[in-house]
């Protein structure tokens, strides 16, 4: 044997030999453990090798293994469990109704299908739940960047990139451009009026106001000056109340307050935290709202608060839940669904939008009694937005931010 020969050899048994001891290093010390997930409680578990079926956690535990959540005690033979057609806590299919990409889907008035835009052509559909669809005008609007819902979902107010704004009636296809400065609309609850926030160039020239749906008959409410970002449209069910600011007490409180019509004086409360994001419970009993604080790891928390009457913002629930209230669709009066992030890292709540490609498990609250419960893991992968429930409250539906499509879940 030449040496050359016996060089040639000993290359390849170092190469050998180091890419053996390279992968006993990375299966001894530095491979990733797979993550454990207790749905009920958003908990992270992390373990080294693979977890047993008695971790104690009080709650079904679930691996992520290679995209999919699988029991705990099913590791062994990493079968995925059994997906139910409908929800019932655990892994529930997802049926999706359509194909297209769309923006801002909401419930049709009948309850039956849902209505979008959809910013491949410009068109505004109603999607069928078996996958027709139908335009609801034949007018084209690309571009659009923010669309608001009347109640009796018959009218839009579009916002384009360039600030432009077009009210459009699908019932009678009157179309009306608004003042560019016209931003944050919210319809009131029989749809016949629209708040908004008027910015103009100077700060003693912004406003929250009121018009008629069509833009005429502008009443200012109250200055906005430089607090803008203080101020949130949000017109009550009763129509009393407009919107909603708050006021910082220190670091981590601050004084939420509501504003009429009329300046009435209503009164405040405290939310812990900030990041304020809020709806009405359709009754308007109850505001239900998102906040984070360091009480929560700067984790969005669900709250509750009364909403009118004697008691007033004077009762206040933390749910213990972490999403956000735009993740969450109210079924009825007390019943909410929400979509909540299988898993959010700490500080979540200053960037929220790193949660959009994170999967969600759905929850129902009852904000009666401050109960809430698992309803479904999805039998894929799906973050969660625009949920909307059937008048019959028989299907969830949502968008999902991935695909951009519109999914089905069947509660009934």
């Not at 010390?29 to 971790?55: D, Y």
């Not at 959540?69 to 059994?82: F, K, M, R, S």
């Not at 401050?370 to 992968?381: E, F, R, Y």
Request: one cysteine or more; proline letters at 5%.
């Amino acid at each position: 044997m030449s040496d050359q020969t016996k060089k040639i050899i000993y290359i390849v048994a170092f190469v050998l030999i180091t890419v053996l001891l390279g992968f006993l290093l990375y299966f001894l010390f530095l491979r990733q453990a797979p993550t454990v997930i207790t749905p009920n409680a958003n908990e992270i578990i992390t373990v080294n090798g693979l977890p047993t079926a008695n971790i104690n956690t009080g709650k079904p535990t679930y691996i992520n293994v290679n995209g999919k959540l699988i029991p705990a005690e099913n590791i062994n033979t990493a079968a995925p469990a059994a997906t139910s057609e409908v929800a019932k806590g655990g892994f529930t299919q997802v049926q999706k109704i359509n194909e297209d990409t769309v923006v801002s889907p909401t419930m049709s008035a009948d309850g039956k299908a849902l209505y979008a835009y959809n910013p491949y052509d410009g068109k505004f559909y109603r999607y069928n739940t078996d996958g027709s669809k139908t335009a609801l005008s034949d007018k084209v609007f690309k571009g659009v960047e923010n669309i608001s819902w009347s109640p009796d979902k018959n009218k839009v107010i579009m916002k384009f990139a360039d600030n432009s704004t077009v009210y459009l009636n699908f019932g009678t296809q009157e179309q009306i451009s608004l003042p560019k400065q016209w931003e944050e609309f919210d319809f009131s609850s029989d749809s016949t009026k629209i708040a908004f926030k008027s910015m103009g160039v100077d700060r003693e020239n912004r406003w929250i106001a009121v018009a008629n749906e069509n833009g005429s008959g502008v009443k200012h409410i109250t200055s906005v000056g430089d607090n803008t970002k203080n101020i949130y449209i949000n017109w009550s069910p009763d129509q009393q109340i407009v919107g909603n600011y708050t006021e910082s007490i220190d670091m981590e409180r601050q004084y939420l307050m509501f504003i009429g019509q009329n300046n009435e004086n209503f009164p405040s409360t405290i939310v812990e935290g900030r990041g304020y994001q809020g709806k009405w419970s359709p009754d308007g009993e109850f505001l239900f709202y998102s906040v984070y604080s360091q009480d929560s790891d700067l984790k969005p928390t669900l709250w509750t608060v009364t909403g009118k009457g004697s008691d007033m913002a004077s009762y206040r629930v933390n749910l213990e839940l972490n999403t956000w209230a735009d993740k969450c669709t109210f079924a009825d009066k007390r019943t909410v669904y929400c979509a909540v992030p299988q898993n959010l890292p700490t500080g979540a709540g200053l960037m929220p939008e790193i949660a959009n490609s994170t999967p969600d498990d759905f929850y129902k609250i009852d904000i009666y009694t401050n109960t809430k419960s698992l309803v479904a893991i999805p039998s894929g992968l799906y973050t969660a937005t625009d949920l909307q429930v059937s008048d019959d409250g028989n299907y969830l539906y949502f968008k999902d931010n991935i695909s951009g499509t519109i999914n089905q879940i069947k509660l009934k």
